[in-house]
């Protein structure tokens, strides 16, 4: 089983910047894939970034040039940097991974989510 633990949500003004944390751990052998989702309130749940293991990051238009994705392949954990927030960022954040464990299952798993709130 693979636990996600999440950090660095919270409040910022529009403008300023969060970074995000998505640390996997149990019984992992590889992380395949890693990526950020975002639901605002009486949306669905959309994809923000993502990255495969070797990949380049790929973003949404309206992530792109504003928030960076990144990973720390040797401690299982992903990391979104969000920069120049505006009121739309606002949502909870979840991290989402591709991970095989011991026995060779390969799964995917959500993280618990964080609250993004933008606001002045």
């Known amino acids: 089983q693979v636990q996600l633990v999440e950090s660095g949500g919270g409040l910022a003004q529009p403008g300023g910047s969060l970074r995000l944390s998505c640390a996997a751990s149990g019984n992992i052998i590889s992380v395949n894939y890693m990526a950020w989702y975002r639901q605002a309130p009486d949306n669905k749940r959309d994809l923000v970034a993502d990255?495969?293991?070797?990949?380049?990051?790929t973003y949404v238009p309206s992530a792109k040039g504003r928030f960076t994705i990144s990973r720390d392949n040797a401690n299982n954990t992903v990391y979104l940097q969000m920069n120049s927030l505006k009121h739309e960022d606002t949502a909870v954040y979840y991290c989402?991974?591709?991970?095989?464990?011991?026995?060779?299952?390969?799964?995917?798993?959500w993280g618990q989510g964080t609250q993004v709130t933008v606001s002045s």
């Open positions: 990255f495969t293991t070797g990949g380049s990051p």
């Open positions: 989402y991974v591709e991970a095989t464990v011991s026995g060779g299952i390969s799964r995917f798993y």
